[in-house]
């Protein structure tokens, strides 16, 4: 079955930064985009990045672009999403997500649980 399983959130201070792994397993990895996600309470879930398959395409959402990038290693089944000078407002449960294709167009599916993000000082 397709698992993705988010980890690497914390309590942080704002402007400091932080690093999201995303494991991946029971699908080709090799063969799907994954688009990182967040959720703060109360709010409507927003897309934060895109990697296509090859891991030659990266899109990022308005509201963090210039402060994540997006990364993954198909040898391993793992995404990374690295975010700096973070702020309150990015307080939010992040998830990863599967695509349907190798890019990052049309639907996704299958995220996992999600791992907290708490900016605060």
């Known amino acids: 079955q397709v698992q993705l399983v988010e980890s690497g959130g914390d309590l942080v201070q704002p402007g400091e930064s932080l690093k999201l792994s995303c494991a991946a397993s029971g699908f080709p990895f090799e063969n799907h985009g994954i688009h990182w996600f967040r959720q703060a309470p109360r709010k409507e879930r927003e897309g934060v990045a895109c990697?296509?398959?090859?891991?030659?395409?990266?899109i990022y959402g308005d509201s963090m672009k210039g402060r994540v990038t997006i990364s993954r290693d198909n040898a391993k089944n793992m995404a990374y999403l690295e975010m700096k000078n973070l702020e309150p407002e990015d307080t939010a449960v992040y998830y990863c997500a599967r695509r349907l294709s190798n890019s990052c167009a049309g639907a996704y599916r299958n995220w996992g649980q999600g791992t907290q993000v708490t900016v605060s000082s």
């Open positions: 990697i296509t398959s090859d891991n030659m395409t990266k």
